[in-house]
């Protein structure tokens, strides 16, 4: 009798075990060999911090590498993210509501600037002066980034849809040299190839609004923020060293986006001058700007008229990780 017991004891820790094994548990900062991060042109932030090295000065003591990708737009680090391929990534609030709302399981984490960092561009030969000048004209504008959702919003403004214009999908780069070749009456642009097209091309900045402008911001995938909350606090840490620094040293932090870009230092001081570094904690101020976006984006016919925008820009932004701890 003791001898079956003790079999039956064993086969019983051997099915606790794998019943253990095939349920989701959240890994410790031991069980995280590396943290990848993307770093961006229009996150003059990440450049800083990816330069100065902040972030893996603070991970080494735990043997912690750091893997460095470059996004060309929200939608490429809203694809990154929603892939796995990293676990931070940087986009326009709008573009990760979105993103949200289509499955894109990410948290919104920290606001890495306040920019005014599109705009609706042309040159100066095309005679478009206004919104309603883009009505069967031709638009380069990059889907599912803070500039598609202006051009929806400008559009919607100047009693328009997107079927009104002819839209051709590029990548912001792309962008900019379709407007310089012809190929295209329009563009939404995007800093700095925006303030370059402006300064290089004397091309016109024909329709601006700030406050259309959602916040730049920090997404992590959702999944990751769980299971390493200490190890989230320690990116965005380093992430307000890089801040910091950033304010305290405009002439470095203009070198590192004059490195990275290989624009003409008049071209990203005007992309500087466009962007505020001072407001890096997330809540109402970028939910409301989100919230506004996201109900342009369902009249629009974008979102699904039977989703709660205000739910989703809820579930999106996640304050608890916010230096100092406030909203």
Not at 15 to 33: C, I, M, T
Not at 141 to 166: C, N, Y
Not at 202 to 220: Q, S, Y
Not at 309 to 321: K, S
Request: charge should be neutral; charged fraction near 25%.
């Amino acid at each position: 009798m003791l001898r079956l017991d003790r079999r039956t004891f064993v086969r019983t820790l051997g099915a606790l075990a794998l019943v253990a094994a095939s349920l989701p548990r959240a890994s410790q900062a031991g069980d995280v060999k590396e943290i990848r991060l993307d770093w961006a042109t229009y996150n003059p932030v990440s450049l800083v911090l990816k330069e100065k090295g902040f972030l893996e000065e603070a991970l080494k003591p735990q043997g912690i590498k750091v893997r460095w990708t470059q996004s060309l737009g929200s939608n490429k680090a809203l694809e990154f993210l929603n892939g796995g391929a990293i676990d931070f990534g940087s986009s326009a609030g709008a573009a990760a509501l979105l993103a949200r709302i289509n499955g894109n399981p990410i948290k919104v984490v920290y606001a890495y600037s306040r920019p005014e960092w599109t705009a609706l561009v042309t040159r100066k030969d095309t005679g478009i002066t206004k919104v309603a000048d883009l009505k069967g004209k031709r638009v380069a504008v990059t889907r599912g980034t803070d500039p598609h959702i202006f051009l929806i919003r400008a559009l919607q403004g100047a009693g328009l849809t997107e079927k009104d214009a002819k839209l051709v999908l590029l990548q912001h780069p792309d962008g900019r040299t379709a407007l310089d070749r012809g190929d295209v009456d329009a563009w939404a642009g995007l800093d700095p190839m925006m303030a370059a097209a402006e300064i290089e091309n004397d091309d016109v900045l024909f329709f601006r609004d700030a406050n259309a402008n959602t916040w730049g911001v920090l997404d992590v995938r959702e999944d990751f923020a769980k299971a390493n909350p200490d190890l989230v606090r320690t990116v965005i840490a380093a992430y307000e060293q890089a801040r910091a620094f950033a304010i305290a040293n405009p002439d470095a932090l203009r070198s590192a986006l004059v490195a990275a870009t290989k624009l003409p230092d008049p071209v990203i001081a005007r992309q500087i001058e466009r962007t505020d570094l001072s407001q890096p904690n997330v809540g109402p101020t970028q939910g409301e700007a989100i919230r506004a976006a996201g109900l342009a984006l369902q009249q629009a016919g974008v979102i699904p008229a039977e989703t709660n925008v205000a739910a989703a820009v809820d579930a999106l932004i996640d304050p608890q990780f916010n230096p100092g701890g406030k909203p």
